[in-house]
Each structure stands twice: as structure tokens, then as C-alpha cells.
């Protein structure tokens, strides 16, 4: 695999977006939008509280805030931006779990940590690395393998957005964390690539989708973050 960054917008790439944001003034608005965002989220990190059986609220509050902050780190450098993102990513990868009963919970909380991670790599200190890093291998990846709890693993056979949702926060955990369990990554990467499949069929011939336009939205952004892969990466 190429270094880090390596998920989405890889090492360098920041270097054409701001050629576009200074030269287009859509692509300004949506930059300057993500940064007034970045600053006025709350000073505090996420905390564990369930919403009945789910995490998914903090999961997906999480999966925001450390894509803006970290997307704001690279292309501003001010160290604001990456202090307050490692806050969020040590937060979260603290949890005592992130809920895999519900499995939409892990999957974005996994792809939250994971772009947070990959993203400020060379940034963060070893013992920050090691506690996000297990943190995505324990509570994220190995759980997608759990055979207690069976019913955790649904998704991989479905032709809903679970499918999607959940293939992409175990890929992206995969990739981001690949020096450290190469072999468990390798796995996950090719269980997600041939399980993804099934739920892109269900968009022919015309690319409808069965759950209508609204899971439609959330099935197809995580199935196209998945598929945002580059040549250097597989």
C-alpha cells in the first residue's frame, strides 16, 4: 500500500483542491463552509450515550466532525484543527465498544477513526497511534469476525444499505490500519470487495433502489466512498 494518506483523498491531493478552491468560487464556499463548521463545533469530544439500542447518533456526529477537522488540518495546517481532532479521535476509540449489536454503529464509527486516522498519521504521536489504531482493529474489525454473536454479520449477505454501510467502515478500517495486522486487513479487504457486490446489482437497469430515495442517499454515499479507490491502493 501507498503511506498514509491513503483513503479518499490521498497524500498530495490537497494540492489540486486548493488550486480549484482559489479558482472557483463554488468549490471556496464549500471550503470555507467546512472550516466555519470545524470552528464552531462544541469544545466537548463525543461521550458513549446510547439512543435506546443504538450508538449510531454519536457514531455518525463522530464520522462529521473528524472528516471536516481533519480535511481542515490538511489543507490549513493550524494546529487547532488537528488538536481538535485527535481529542475527538481518542474519545471515541476510548469507548468500551462501539456497539456492535447495532451494527451501523460500528461501521461509522470505524470509518470515522479510520479517515481521522489515516489522514493525521504523520502527525500524531506513537501513543496516540497505537490507542486509535487497536482501538479500529479491536472494536471495529475483529468484531465483524465475532462468531459469538452471529447476527452481527447479516450485512455482508443483504442487498440493503447495511451491506454498503458497513462493508465501507470495515474497508476503510482495513486500509488505514494495514502495517499493523496486514493479514487481518488483507481479509477484510476481500470479503468487503466480493460482499459489496450483491447490493449493487439490485440498482439495475436504471439505478433505482428498492429502499427508496431516501436510503437510496445513505446506501449510495458509503457505496461510492467504497469504490473512491485509486490504483496505487489496490
Not at 486548493?18 to 470555507?32: C, L, S, T, Y
Not at 427508496?212 to 490504483?231: D, P
Amino acid at each position: 500500500l501507498p503511506p498514509h494518506q491513503r483513503i479518499l483523498l490521498l497524500k498530495g491531493e490537497e494540492e489540486q483542491l486548493k488550486k480549484n478552491i482559489a479558482n472557483d468560487p463554488a468549490w471556496r464556499q464549500v471550503h470555507e463552509n467546512i472550516l466555519r463548521q470545524c470552528d464552531n463545533i462544541s469544545p466537548l469530544p463525543a461521550e458513549r450515550i446510547m439512543t435506546g439500542i443504538r450508538l449510531l447518533f454519536v457514531s455518525r456526529m463522530c464520522l462529521g466532525r473528524i472528516f471536516y477537522l481533519s480535511y481542515a488540518w490538511r489543507m490549513t495546517h493550524e494546529k487547532k484543527y488537528f488538536d481538535r481532532a485527535e481529542k475527538e479521535l481518542l474519545a471515541f476509540s476510548n469507548f468500551s465498544d462501539w456497539n456492535p449489536s447495532h451494527y451501523l454503529d460500528v461501521a461509522e464509527g470505524t470509518a470515522a477513526v479510520a479517515i481521522g486516522y489515516d489522514w493525521l498519521y504523520d502527525s500524531l504521536s506513537p501513543a496516540s497511534r497505537t490507542i486509535i489504531s487497536n482501538a479500529i482493529r479491536t472494536k471495529g474489525l475483529a468484531t465483524s469476525y465475532d462468531t459469538a454473536y452471529p447476527s452481527y454479520r447479516k450485512w455482508l449477505s443483504v442487498t440493503n444499505n447495511w451491506n454498503q454501510v458497513c462493508n465501507t467502515g470495515m474497508l476503510f478500517g482495513a486500509l488505514a490500519t494495514y502495517e499493523d495486522d496486514a493479514a487481518l486487513s488483507l481479509k477484510v479487504i476481500n470479503r468487503s470487495i466480493a460482499s459489496i457486490d450483491i447490493p449493487m446489482k439490485d440498482y439495475g437497469p436504471d439505478g433505482a433502489f428498492a429502499e427508496g430515495y431516501t436510503y437510496w442517499g445513505y446506501g449510495t454515499t458509503f457505496n461510492v466512498m467504497f469504490l473512491k479507490k485509486n490504483k496505487k491502493v489496490f
